[in-house]
């Protein structure tokens, strides 16, 4: 069985003050984790240091919510990835569904942004997945393949399972809005297959593919006990600590 990775993804969230509450009361909330469960938390760049400081004595990581492909140079306002592994980061999301719609994101430049992720030892979490419309039309199997495999392109098996994919259905997205268990499973054996498609089965296997939209202590469990959900993506429930400890709470008596 693969390890549920569970992450918080807290948007343009918590300055370093608030930041420093929201892990207080989750180390309140959840003093241990078990092993068997991978814990992360995502702020923004400014309070990611004092975050890793923070965490330092838990088994929580943190991981940034973006980077930019280039080492370094006229870039302002971007974030290189040698600077979020010196901020102490494990992790990185990629290609958000916020990004690619308000910040010109594409499948182009999430493609090689996973490639520098990689190159600098940091796990990119690979954002997909759908609008309504592209749901309605019956689009979102064929969508969330051309992002897929656009993200992937020139990946080896090895680096590909160094990788972690976020299926995040966009009309359930802080929407209050849930894909039902058997949307995400339906989804999430796709993705797996799609991954099949461009390695081999076993690879496929070996990479988490998390759900994200609006999951929550209410419906964690259904959610994290399908067959090919490994985990979640979450945004507004991982802004309170007791929410975040209890769907962690879920993750870990799902594993065991
Ligand atoms: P949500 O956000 O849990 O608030 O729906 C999830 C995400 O966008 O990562």
Redesign the pocket.
Known sequence: MRRFLIAG?W?MNCGPADAAELLEGLKENKAEVADEVDVLVCPPFVSLSMSVNYLHDTDIQVGAQNLHFEDNGAYTGEVSASMLVEAGCAYVIIG???RREYFGETDETVNKKVKKALSADLVPVI?CGETLDQRKAGDHFDLVKTQITAAFAGLSADEALDTVV?Y?PIW????GETASPEQAQEMHAHLRSVLADLYDEDTAEGIRILY?????PGNAEELLGQKDVDGG??????LKADSFAEVITIAEKLSA
Do not use: P
């Open positions: 993804n948007k958000h569904s916020e954002c976020a995040e359930a997205i802080g929407t994200g939209g609006s999951m929550k993506l979450i945004g507004g429930a991982s």
